[in-house]
């Protein structure tokens, strides 16, 4: 009988770690501050639709082809564990995740609701707002890009080196720090128990992300979960923009 917490996840060796916790902070905080220098060196106005959309494509990216060149040996060593597990196997466990993951988001949507403290979650606008311009790109990025370069980061570097040891502080640092880095741009624009609210609204599906990857005792199971629960999101945010639109 497979356990229902393994120990034994597929995590990075010592230097991806270490390097990717540093690039964790460049992700965070350096490539953020750094892009709209950038932006202006190119004579590209960000404040514009156009130029927004223009940086988010230089900043998915850069941070893809970053995250891919220092864990491409994690990545291919992580696809070993699915050898050992039939891929019938590998989805069902991505699919109790969607379902743990889509439980706790409805149910956290159904208590605010009831509550009379819906929160306007200024990171689901933005998103929303380029897919709708741009829906091919928005796809490819979030769907491809951003699943494997946050499951990288939050899972590969914060979760899965724990998890031998001490398999909750993994999922703490990875459900916190996941949890911030979706309302990091909103600080200061939105007070403080509204940023607690849209915190909030990230934890099920972190936990569930945490779970499958320590399930699967591979990066590639959080990162398909993250696919899909990306994919999920944004045919309803297309499909909700064209009923608005008339279509």
Not at 28 to 43: E, I, K, V
Not at 45 to 52: A, E, W
Not at 102 to 125: F, R
Not at 213 to 225: D, E, F, P, R
């Amino acid at each position: 009988m497979k356990p229902l917490f393994p120990r034994d996840v597929a995590a990075p060796k010592k230097g991806a770690v270490i390097g990717g916790a540093v690039y964790l902070l460049i992700y965070l905080f350096g490539l953020p501050q750094a892009l709209p220098y950038l932006m202006r060196l190119l004579s590209v106005d960000i404040t514009t639709s156009g130029g927004s959309y223009l940086a988010n494509v230089v900043y998915f990216s850069v941070n893809f082809i970053g995250v891919a060149l220092l864990f491409r040996p994690y990545l291919l060593a992580s696809l070993a564990p699915l050898h050992e597990r039939r891929l019938g196997w590998f989805f069902l466990t991505v699919a109790i995740g969607y379902g743990i993951g889509t439980i706790g988001s409805n149910s956290l949507t159904i208590l605010y609701e009831l509550l009379d403290i819906t929160p306007d979650n200024l990171n689901n606008d933005a998103v929303n707002a380029m897919l709708l311009r741009h829906p091919g790109s928005m796809l490819l990025f979030t769907v491809v890009l951003a699943p494997i370069t946050e499951e990288c980061l939050f899972r590969g570097v914060l979760f899965a080196p724990f998890c031998r040891k001490c398999p909750w502080v993994g999922y703490v640092l990875s459900v916190v720090l996941f949890s911030c880095v979706h309302v990091l741009n909103s600080i200061g624009y939105q007070a403080p128990f509204e940023l607690a609210l849209c915190f909030l609204q990230y934890v099920p599906l972190s936990l569930a992300l945490c779970w499958v990857c320590q399930k699967t005792k591979s990066i590639w199971g959080s990162i398909t979960l993250h696919a899909f629960i990306n994919a999920g999101t944004c045919l309803l945010m297309l499909l909700d923009g064209q009923l608005s639109s008339g279509f």
